[in-house]
């Protein structure tokens, strides 16, 4: 949710619904390391729990980014690897990564390895015209990194042809993907 869910959203959003988990919106590593840090990363203690969303694929950048997120108070770090758009593809992160699962996997495990607040992952049921079976080697992959949890829209990214908000409502739904992850891996999150 680019451009909207900035910490005036999130407060709102916890005075509406005070039980919801909440995350920032995407934040890349580049950003957080060359940028305004306090800009992008102040919230209002109101918002807590909240998920810091990184978006890049430089396993270390990632790591660092998610022990500054640590340190400023964030309650998770989760990596997005679900975002269909263009520019974000350009970037090397994003839906795109989920083409590159031993990668993502070692960007977890560093992650991981960096703090003690969970790492998390949210990504869609595939990328273009991946197998049903790309999903599910991607999750066992990133369990294996020590991964606490992954949240799946369940709908595939078309990188090409598509625009980020086609890519909300144009792919179908594919809940059967989406049930068969969470019987094999019981953390499991879903969110559409």
Not at 19 to 33: C, F, G, N, Q, S
Not at 83 to 104: D, I, N, Q, Y
Not at 106 to 112: L, S
Request: aromatic share 8%; proline share 5%; glycine share 6%.
């Amino acid at each position: 949710m680019m451009g909207y869910t900035d910490k005036h959203y999130r407060y709102l959003l916890r005075l509406i619904a005070p039980d919801i988990h909440l995350y920032t919106e995407m934040i890349t590593t580049h950003a957080i390391l060359h940028g305004d840090v306090s800009r992008l990363l102040d919230f209002h203690p109101a918002e807590k729990y909240l998920a810091l969303q990184l978006g890049g694929s430089d396993a270390k950048a990632l790591s660092t980014c998610a022990k500054i997120g640590e340190e400023w108070g964030y309650n998770e770090i989760n990596l997005n690897v679900g975002c269909p758009s263009s520019k974000v593809s350009r970037g090397r992160f994003g839906a795109c990564l989920m083409l590159e699962p031993e990668h993502v996997a070692d960007c977890v495990g560093e992650m991981q390895a960096n703090v003690k607040v969970p790492v998390t992952v949210k990504c869609r049921i595939g990328v273009d015209d991946q197998s049903d079976e790309a999903l599910h080697y991607f999750v066992a992959l990133l369990v294996k990194a020590g991964c606490h949890q992954v949240i799946i829209h369940a709908r595939k990214a078309w990188l090409s042809g598509l625009s980020p908000k086609e890519n909300r409502d144009v792919p179908p739904l594919r809940y059967e993907i989406v049930h068969k992850i969470k019987k094999d891996f019981p953390f499991f999150k879903n969110n559409d």
